[in-house]
Structures are given as C-alpha cells and as structure tokens.
C-alpha cells in the first residue's frame, strides 16, 4: 500500500503549490485557522460571541463571521486579539512565507481541545519556527 503526505494529496486534488487555486486555497486554510483561534481564545475567557463583540465594538454575526476566517483584515485580526487581552506579533522574513499573524496563547488558558488548534496552526506554517 502507498501512502502519500498531506502535500501529495493537496497537489493532486487542490493542485500545485504555485497554482491559483492551491493559493486561494491556503489563503483560505490561514484564514480559517485565525478565525479558529479567536474562537478558541474567546471560549477560554468565558466570553459570548455578544460578550466578545460588545468589546470590538461589532454585532455577534460579525464576531460568526470571524470565527469562521471570513472576510479577515489585518486591523480585524489586531482588535479581536487586543479585546481579548492577547498580543499579536507580526514577522515579515524577506521573500519567504509571511504568516498572517503570530500570537501566543497561555497553555493554561486553553482548553485541551484549543490545544488542537495551536497544533493545526504549526503544521499549515502560520507560525514562526522559532516557536515551534
């Protein structure tokens, strides 16, 4: 039996990494996971998606609409994380991969099931390697 990595199958089904469709892709895939983890830091602190949108200052169907990576700016991305107490650190390396946002999160303040989303973000390269 022949067993193929995530990339093999990502390039046969979504299509090369240089292709358009497997950049829209990606695009897509960071911007889900961002929105996943202001999900899950906003279910550590016990807030509400009402609650969480109060201090953006944003209705709760936006606060939806983040969670889901949908429609994802930079200063959204900047103010979810300032409501919620937690830096953000942005990091350009020349030419190479730029992660959209880099953010640490406490371990304590994470639920066990958070701790899958950190370990998502490591694998799809939106972190640094210096975290890692």
């Known amino acids: ?18 292709s358009s469709a497997r950049v829209e892709y990606d695009a ?7 929105g996943e983890a202001i999900k899950a830091a906003r279910i550590a602190q016990n807030l509400t998606q009402e609650e969480f949108g109060r201090m953006m200052g944003i209705q709760a169907a936006r606060v939806s ?4 990576g949908q ?10 994380f300032k409501a919620l107490d937690i830096s ?30 950190a370990l998502q973000l ?3 390269d939106v972190l640094p390697d210096s975290w890692r």
């Open 71 to 80: 429609n994802l700016t930079l200063n959204t991305i900047i103010r979810a």
């Open 122 to 124: 490591l694998q799809a």
């Open 28 to 34: 897509k895939m960071q911007a889900y996971l961002v």
């Open 65 to 68: 609409k983040i969670e889901h």
């Open 88 to 117: 953000v650190n942005l990091e350009s390396a020349g030419s190479a991969k730029v992660p959209l946002c880099c953010f640490m999160i406490p371990s304590e303040a994470l639920r066990s099931d958070s701790r899958c989303i």
């Open 1 to 18: 039996m022949k067993y193929y990595t995530h990339n093999e199958v990502l390039d046969e089904v979504v299509g090369s990494k240089d």
